[in-house]
């Protein structure tokens, strides 16, 4: 097959192991930067153009979109669907996992757990919001953020007000949820792929530290996940429509509660941590789907 990548640094770990993984399956791939993509949007022939060249119809596209090229990357990757090419994550489920908000309120619909969380536009009582999702300390994401990025941890209830007023100052939207003490620091990422757990890992933040990305210095070791955990994980990757995802959990006192669900998971943390060949488990997957000409997973429209 021939097999395409959107991504803007080819030579990331988890980009190399896929065109690795690729390349020993007998396919080719190649590394397309995403911003350098321009389209023709034509009726009946939809093209890409790179490097002031045609691109060739691809078996299948593995979108690699940083969150800061969203928009974009998501205009290419439609473009791409447009022509029929087979996408390891389909666009609009990119987009619903990139809005933490929209994201959150398609996994509470389906029933799977989530800490507290509370949203207002401008809450003009901060407390209010602060308390409804039971108090200080309770953590604060903007709707839009990775790595860690974005995350903040208000320990009292003068600095979370500080904080979620200061937001609602600059009109920058955000979600505040509860603080799940019981986790220590530490989370639980399962990399779901065709409906199915192929690895996880537990992640302990640094000292000191209450994020566990392995972006902001963390640890990784090989998890072993409850059979309720795995399914999970592989239900809030469906309700979303993701055929690939990170997973990410916390261990809560009343049981496993999902905190992120990304569509562009690393690989090297993950498959260091556990020896599995993750890289090739997607690369399979893309074989047996491609030609199929469909996705296997059934997540909502829109």
Same mark, same amino acid.
């Given at each position: 097959m021939r097999l395409a990548m959107l991504a803007r640094n080819a030579g990331l770990y988890s980009h190399q192991r896929l065109v690795e993984a690729a390349q020993a399956r007998g396919h080719t791939l190649d590394v397309i930067n995403t911003l350098q993509v321009h389209m023709n949007i034509t009726s009946n022939q939809p093209l890409l153009r790179y490097g002031g060249k045609t691109l060739p119809l691809y078996d299948a596209v593995i979108p690699r979109i940083g969150a800061s090229v969203t928009h974009y990357g998501l205009a290419v990757l439609r473009q791409f669907e447009m022509q029929g090419v087979f996408p390891l994550n389909e666009s609009v489920a990119i987009g619903r996992s990139r809005d933490k908000l929209r994201a959150l309120q398609l996994l509470a619909r389906a029933g799977i757990g989530l800490p507290v969380t509370a949203f207002a536009h401008k809450p003009k009582n901060a407390e209010s919001v602060i308390n409804e999702v039971g108090g200080a300390p309770v953590v604060i994401k903007l709707v839009e953020g990775t790595q860690g990025m974005g995350v903040i941890l208000a320990e009292t209830e003068a600095s979370a007000k500080s904080i979620v007023e200061a937001f609602s100052a600059a009109n920058i939207n955000i979600l505040v949820q509860e603080y799940i003490a019981e986790a220590e620091g530490s989370d639980v990422r399962a990399l779901v792929v $065709?409906? /199915?757990? %192929?690895?996880?890992?537990? /992640?302990?933040? /640094?000292? $000191?530290?209450?994020? !566990? &990305?392995? @972006? +902001?210095?963390?640890?990784?070791?090989?998890? @072993?996940? !409850?059979?309720?955990? +795995?399914?999970?994980? %592989? /239900?809030?990757? !469906?309700?979303? $429509?993701? &055929?690939?995802? $990170? %997973?990410?959990?916390?261990? !809560?006192?009343?049981?496993?509660v999902v905190i992120e669900v990304n569509s562009s998971p690393g690989l090297r943390g993950i498959e260091r941590a556990t020896n599995a060949d993750v890289a090739g488990e997607i690369i399979g997957f893309i074989e047996q789907s491609a030609a199929h000409g469909q996705t296997e997973t059934k997540g909502l429209k829109g």
């Open positions: $065709g409906g /199915r757990v %192929v690895a996880a890992m537990r /992640r302990v933040g /640094r000292a $000191g530290e209450f994020r !566990s &990305n392995l @972006h +902001r210095g963390g640890e990784a070791e090989e998890a @072993h996940i !409850s059979d309720e955990e +795995r399914d999970i994980a %592989v /239900r809030a990757a !469906s309700v979303l $429509g993701l &055929n690939v995802a $990170g %997973v990410d959990m916390l261990r !809560s006192n009343r049981g496993p």
